[in-house]
């Protein structure tokens, strides 16, 4: 299981990922693409923090760390709503019940990494490090002029 | 019967959901104020008791003293950026208690507690496009 990388630069904003999770999921989405004015469009999910702050909050175990995945189980749910508080990022959501990002779990790549259009999502390390080796290669070579 | 510790109670739900006889309700005036209301229940189940977090509820013996109705009421603590009321006093108190205080800063050293999740999640999008808008220069 690996994690999810964002390549905010090649996001175009289509929202794919947010139907895709969706439709996997029975109608609860955990991604959230958000555009900030005119300028860029971000899609927002479970970091999977190392330290997650959601599994320190919640007292029922069911959210845990589970290798670099932060696991969820729907069973062990009393829908208190305070990992929904204790996210930094917002992305752990409660309806009733908590929901958030799995990775797709038992899948090897997750639905949204299939289906973005423009390869903003990526659950291989390697291109990750690739793409930001690019960029600091180019910002270096053009000495930061603009 | 149960027995609620009003002042324990943190305004959460986890009972309301919980409880299979639905003798718990709760209401919630979006982004103001929520209730929680306890029916007297005559039923030897202690569900609830097991899940709250606050440990607010215990089984008692049966009572005729007791009110028919317990509630509860809470005002929603407005997002400090976007002013709407998005949790109990209470609960975020439980938050800064249990996440370690390196982990309630985020990189730029706001306090995110008090701010509302959606509200968190703009703030991360508009960090993360600044850093964009940036590289785009190369």
């Not at chain 1, 019940?97 to 990526?122: G, W």
């Not at chain 2, 005729?64 to 976007?82: A, G, K, W």
Request: aromatic share 6%; hydrophobic share 35%; with cysteine.
């Amino acid at each position: 299981m690996m994690r999810v990388y964002v390549d905010i630069n090649r996001c175009i904003g289509c929202r794919s990922c947010e139907v895709a999770c969706k439709r996997v999921h029975g109608g609860k989405g955990h991604v959230n693409v958000h555009i900030t004015e005119d300028r860029a469009s971000v899609p927002l999910f479970c970091h999977h923090c190392e330290e997650a702050a959601c599994t320190m909050a919640c007292y029922s175990g069911a959210l845990a760390k589970d290798g670099e995945r932060t696991s969820f189980s729907l069973d062990k749910c009393t829908g208190c709503g305070l990992c929904r508080l204790a996210c930094p990022f917002g992305v752990v959501w409660t309806d009733k019940l908590a929901h958030k990002c799995d990775l797709c779990a038992p899948n090897e790549t997750p639905t949204c990494v299939l289906t973005c259009p423009a390869e903003a999502l990526s659950n291989d390390y390697e291109v990750a490090l690739k793409r930001a080796r690019a960029r600091a290669g180019r910002a270096t070579i053009l000495g930061g002029k603009r | 019967m149960i027995q609620v510790d009003t002042n324990k109670c943190l305004g959460c739900f986890a009972c309301s959901n919980i409880c299979p006889n639905q003798f718990i309700t709760r209401e919630e005036e979006e982004g103001k104020r929520r209730t929680v209301r306890w029916a007297k229940c005559k039923e030897e189940c202690d569900i609830c008791v097991e899940f709250c977090p606050a440990k607010a509820l215990a089984l008692v013996p049966y009572s005729e003293r007791t009110p028919e109705m317990i509630e509860v009421s809470f005002d929603l603590v407005p997002c400090e950026v976007c002013g709407k009321g998005f949790a109990t006093e209470q609960l975020l108190k439980r938050i800064r208690e249990t996440i370690p205080a390196n982990l309630q800063k985020d990189s730029a050293g706001r306090s995110w507690v008090g701010i509302c999740p959606f509200c968190r999640r703009e703030l991360e999008a508009e960090t993360a496009s600044k850093q964009i808008v940036q590289s785009r220069r190369f």
